[in-house]
């Protein structure tokens, strides 16, 4: 029942969401709450599509997950795994270093990362949006892949060693295939934070072939900020894949859970 519960909480404001897109283009918000459309306006998805080219932008923002996302989990595993195989010393050094990235706010790095990205000439392209996946994207997806490494038995590493296995079939062949939960949890966050980005693109890009979907939604607002059913409708198109996603990640967690004993109980 606290299941239910808890789920019906997240899932009440998309709901709402998704009532107040398909009300008639121009009403303002509903002093009550719509629990269900009475007339429902299928044709303001169609007409978002033609005021902004959103096609494009999704398409945009496909291209730029499809590119972060695995280089995001192939750097932070490697991270995550040689952090996990040094000696204690050096191991706490490498985590309190971390520990303190993860505490830099993001903004800091804004101005430096421009002069970076501007004196190389790669403003105005897809390189600026991907260039920390090369990094990790995070210090937290670092620091999950290394809790998870650190749990691994210790024995199964020496004896692959002793067999005369390298790092990297270590990593590929026995660390990753440990790591499905925290791959699907790292892939997860990090395709939500490159998908829902919007300080990036509009730092960096000038083309407007070039803009993603955050930004779209962006210009929506801009040419009308009083049509909520087109804005929440747009919402709609933003969230869907987060939220498909998230209930794809949620039904192979259950999965594990059952594989390891814990599903049904």
């Known amino acids: 029942m606290a299941a239910v519960a808890a789920a019906a909480l997240f899932v009440l404001p998309l709901w709402l969401v998704l009532v107040a897109s398909l009300r008639r283009p121009g009403l ?44 995001t989990l192939i750097v932070a595993s490697w991270a995550g795994f040689a952090m996990s195989q040094l000696g204690a010393r050096w191991r706490h050094v490498l985590l309190v270093l971390t520990v303190v990235l993860q505490m830099v706010p993001s903004t800091a790095l804004w ?20 260039a920390t996946a090369f990094m990790g994207t995070s210090p937290l997806f670092v620091l999950l892949f290394y809790w998870t490494f650190r749990r691994l038995p210790q024995e199964m590493i020496a004896s692959a060693r002793v067999d005369g296995a390298g ?41 407007q072939r070039l803009y993603t979907l955050p930004v779209g939604l962006q210009f929506l607002q801009q040419m009308d900020r009083t049509n909520w059913p087109l ?20 039904r192979y967690f259950w999965l594990e859970g059952r594989l390891s004993g814990f599903g049904g109980r």
């Open 28 to 71: 303002p918000p509903s002093p009550t709450v719509e629990w269900l459309p009475l007339a429902p306006v299928w044709t303001n998805y169609q007409r978002i599509f033609a005021l902004v080219p959103l096609a494009q932008y999704i398409l945009n923002s496909i291209v730029v997950v499809a590119i972060a996302v695995p280089i």
């Open 111 to 130: 101005l430096t990362r421009y002069v970076i990205f501007s004196s190389l000439r790669l403003t105005d392209t897809i390189v600026p949006l991907i």
């Open 167 to 207: 790092v990297f079939r270590l990593w590929a062949v026995i660390a990753m295939p440990l790591a499905r939960p925290t791959i699907l949890s790292v892939g997860v966050l990090s395709f939500v934070h490159y998908w829902s980005d919007l300080i990036n693109p509009l730092l960096y890009l000038k083309t």
């Open 231 to 250: 804005l929440m409708a747009a919402s709609i198109v933003m969230m869907a894949p987060v939220v498909l996603l998230f209930l794809v990640a949620q």
